[in-house]
């Protein structure tokens, strides 16, 4: 046999097949098309499905040390604040306690007192609960508006609070719903006791403030007010029952060409924020009647003196 009869290919053991660049291209281009099938026609996510299912139990069992780890580390905390809890509501107990049983002590002594006196026995004022419904939409007043209306016993001029203290009082009465003016709006005056003087004034809206607040006005120069005093309803006015907490003077200033000094207050009551409230009716409607100017007893009165 000649040599130019002979096969000079490599056995195919040896072939290689398609070159390494072929192939390349090859899978580049279907990886592109995968992507690009399953991006529009989402042709992988029964494949994912499939597989995030069979896998979920060995990623159970992958996570079950972190997680029993981590849920020792929050049953010793929270077994550590629980203990301090305990403590702190046994302590807040006991001086609630203390604190129940003088204020039982004081309620006593003072009917003993007005008995004594033959005072008048105080007022107690119905209430009502309701929830802040949006703000009103006049951007140049402070006004919130409330789910109780005329047809469930709403009365013009009641009181408004909430867990602080006084939100404002009813200015508008509608039959399911209610307007407020809030106590930082500039149109509301509410009169006010300084607890620690005993001294009265008259308390404004200051919406120009920040976030709103109250100021007191006609107060003299020298008035006895500190920033930090508290302020509560004196009662006079026939409209809020007494004691209730309103605000706190935060400044005052003091001007030598003025005759009233410039204080400013903090309303206590959320004023941007309160969500549920109380209404209170208006103390007119438990007071006895003012007796009238015209009455013929006030000139045979004035005769008598003469």
Request: glycine share 8%.
């Amino acid at each position: 046999m000649t040599l130019g009869t002979l096969d000079r290919s490599p056995p195919p053991f040896f072939k290689q097949g398609p070159s390494a660049f072929s192939k390349l291209i090859f899978f580049s281009a279907l990886s592109l098309f995968l992507m690009a099938a399953d991006t529009r026609f989402h042709l992988i996510q029964p494949v994912r499905a499939v597989l995030a299912t069979v896998l979920y139990p060995v990623q159970w069992l992958a996570l079950q040390p972190v997680h029993a780890v981590k849920n020792a580390s929050d049953y010793a905390s929270g077994l550590n604040q629980a203990q301090t809890d305990s403590e702190q509501a046994g302590r807040k107990l006991a001086l609630q306690s203390l604190r129940a049983g003088q204020v039982e002590q004081l309620m006593q002594e003072n009917n003993r007192l007005r008995q004594l006196l033959a005072l008048r026995e105080q007022l107690t004022a119905s209430v009502m609960a309701s929830e802040v419904l949006y703000e009103a939409a006049d951007p140049y007043t402070r006004k919130v508006i409330i789910d109780k209306g005329q047809t469930q016993g709403m009365e013009l001029g009641s009181p408004v609070l909430d867990e602080s203290g006084v939100l404002g009082q009813v200015t508008r009465v509608h039959p399911l719903v209610s307007e407020v003016t809030l106590v930082v709006d500039s149109d509301l005056v509410i009169p006010v006791l300084n607890v620690r003087t005993g001294q009265r004034s008259v308390a404004y809206g200051d919406p120009a403030a920040s976030g709103g607040g109250m100021e007191l006005r006609f107060m003299g120069s020298n008035s006895d007010v500190q920033p930090g005093d508290l302020l509560t309803t004196s009662g006079i006015d026939g409209v809020y029952p007494a004691g209730l907490p309103v605000a706190k003077i935060s400044r005052v200033e003091r001007r030598p060409e003025s005759t009233f000094a410039k204080i400013y207050c903090v309303p206590l009551a959320l004023v941007n924020g309160a969500r549920h409230v109380i209404v209170v009716k208006p103390v007119s409607g438990q007071m006895p009647p003012r007796p009238d100017a015209a009455s013929p007893d006030v000139p045979a009165a004035k005769r008598a003196a003469k």
